[in-house]
């Protein structure tokens, strides 16, 4: 049984051999990007304090100090936003103008800086979120693939529009044009990999950018900015820092921001979509809310529903958007499926996230702890068990996972995403409870269905289908392949993310049109013989 004792001294003393080997230098960012140039920043600054707690002598835990970044204010932030208009030039600047082999170039010179700093950027979310040294790694190779996989679709998207098109007399020829200025923010919980989903499709696309760097998950940013300021034009990106509930909607505000994307929630997009004045111009690529359900049939493989269910319910502390936040069990399986997954569960590791094995590290800060302490004080409160031995158990920024049953409609659990390690279940006897669940849920991102019976699976896959955007039978939720659909129904999504996808998200289909008359074809010649254009042409990039 896990206690708050035991959890404290799983955190490293000052002279912890752990606590040593895979320490990082403080870093005191004074730089920031703006207009083509890293500037010094004389400032208010912002402390990063790790998930990471140290323990003194005294067994008294303190929040391991990783140094501090510039905390802008309004105007500052508006200074990146006029440094993004000005490279755009509504349209007429260097980077929207330039051809797309060109821009594809830039992201190479880029992809090339950021893999040499693997090792830094890698233990900077480890240490910045807490997130494991394995799964941070894993995090940035699968940017940089993602990087690379977005290159090569920009490439085919290319080719495939380096032709004239001739319908009813008359010639034409169809491209995929930036939007403008965009505004990206990412989440904490995959700061470089959902931040880089948006921000690459976003920058190749043509359009200039001012990023906004997560709350939590700022430094590791800061080794990118010479390999920025190195690739692409004078404005193209610019990092605006601060307080997202000042200085975002301050941004918006001044109608300039041609595209919002948002890893978040729904309640705070809502808000920010409608501060932008002119709000038929703004377009939104949302990731937002999800409350992802596992539905366990009768006939499913019970080891095989527990084992996904685990990894979906748990993995980086259960802090995904498709992380699975309910769990549905068909009361025939109850008791078996519980079982099992208690058992699974029991096996688990949890410590700190450089650790050999560790699959539970700390939460970003003592506040998130709280916040599952009073989601699981609440179903306790009205009826629920918490059904694993040391479930809730915390200290510090340690919280032991807790398997919630019965959850009911009359706890927060119920429909409120817990964004953390709680795991609620509720069991059902008739199919139209589970799925009834998932059709009046706000949320309609994905779900998982255990079942055996491929006449049950076809028919609840048919319903389901029209409640998420994605439906995984016998495993868990999940975002990749990246080259799949990542988006969702009602308040979950807005716009859809895959490596194709993105970049018609960042971008909108024009065209150039003359009728086909002789004139008309003798100038469309010249200017393609002569290069007189960067999107009238059929050129091919290889």
């Not at 919980?189 to 190749?204: C, G, K, M, V």
Request: proline share 5%.
């Amino acid at each position: 049984m896990m206690n708050s004792d035991q959890l404290r001294m799983l955190f490293p003393s000052a002279d912890d051999k752990g606590l040593r080997e895979f320490a990082i230098q403080p870093i005191e960012q004074r730089r920031i990007l703006v207009g083509g140039e890293i500037r010094d920043w004389a400032g208010p600054t912002k402390d990063v304090l790790s998930p990471v707690m140290v323990r003194d002598d005294n067994g008294r835990l303190t929040q391991a100090r990783l140094g501090s970044h510039p905390f802008g204010s309004v105007e500052s932030a508006l200074v990146a936003l006029d440094a993004a208009v000005t490279a755009y030039e509504n349209g007429r600047g260097v980077w929207p103008t330039m051809r797309v082999s060109d821009r594809i170039l830039a992201i190479q010179k880029f992809l090339a800086r950021m893999s040499a700093c693997r090792g830094d950027i890698s233990r900077l979310i480890m240490w910045e979120i807490g997130k494991t040294l394995a799964d941070s790694e894993k995090e940035f190779d699968r940017t940089i693939d993602y990087i690379r996989e977005t290159i090569e679709a920009l490439r085919n998207l290319d080719n495939a529009n380096s032709h004239f098109e001739i319908v009813e007399g008359t010639v034409g020829l169809i491209r995929r044009t930036p939007l403008g200025v965009v505004l990206c923010m990412g989440p904490y919980n995959y700061p470089l990999n959902e931040t880089f989903a948006t921000l690459i499709p976003a920058l190749i696309m043509g359009n200039s950018v001012v990023f906004k760097p997560p709350r939590t998950g700022v430094l590791l940013f800061e080794p990118l900015l010479n390999a920025f300021c190195e690739a692409f034009p004078p404005g193209v990106i610019n990092f605006a820092y601060g307080d997202g509930a000042e200085i975002v909607p301050a941004l918006l505000s001044t109608g300039k921001v041609n595209v919002l994307t948002l890893i978040g929630s729904s309640r705070v997009a809502d808000h920010l979509k409608k501060v932008h004045p002119k709000t038929n111009r703004l377009r939104a690529v949302l990731g937002l809310d999800a409350k992802n359900a596992a539905i366990i049939m009768p006939d499913a493989d019970i080891g095989l529903a527990a084992r996904e269910c685990l990894a979906g319910a748990l993995s980086f502390n259960g802090q995904r958007c498709t992380a699975l936040k309910m769990l549905l069990v068909h009361r025939n399986v109850e008791q078996a499926f519980t079982s099992e997954f208690l058992r699974l569960l029991g096996d688990l590791k949890i410590g700190m996230p450089w650790a050999s094995g560790v699959s539970l590290t700390p939460l970003p800060s003592t506040g998130k702890a709280k916040q599952m302490t009073e989601l699981l004080d609440d179903a306790v409160a009205n009826g629920a068990g918490v059904l694993n031995a040391g479930g809730g158990a915390v200290e510090g920024t340690l919280f032991y996972p807790a398997v919630v049953y019965p959850v009911t409609s009359a706890m927060r659990l119920y429909r409120e995403e817990q964004f953390g390690p709680l795991v609620p279940i509720m069991s059902f006897e008739d199919l139209d409870v589970a799925l009834d669940y998932v059709a009046t849920s706000e949320h309609g991102q994905q779900v998982s269905l255990f079942a055996s019976d491929p006449d049950m699976i076809g028919r609840m896959a048919d319903s389901l289908v029209n409640q998420v955007c994605r439906v995984n039978i016998n495993c868990q939720c999940q975002r990749g392949p990246d080259v799949f659909p990542f988006t969702g129904r009602k308040d979950s999504a807005e716009g859809t993310l895959s490596v194709t996808d993105a970049l018609r998200s960042f971008s909108i289909r024009s065209m150039v049109a003359t009728k086909y008359t002789q004139p008309a074809r003798e100038i469309l010649n010249a200017i393609v013989d002569g290069h007189h254009s960067n999107f009238i042409h059929t050129g091919f990039i290889l």
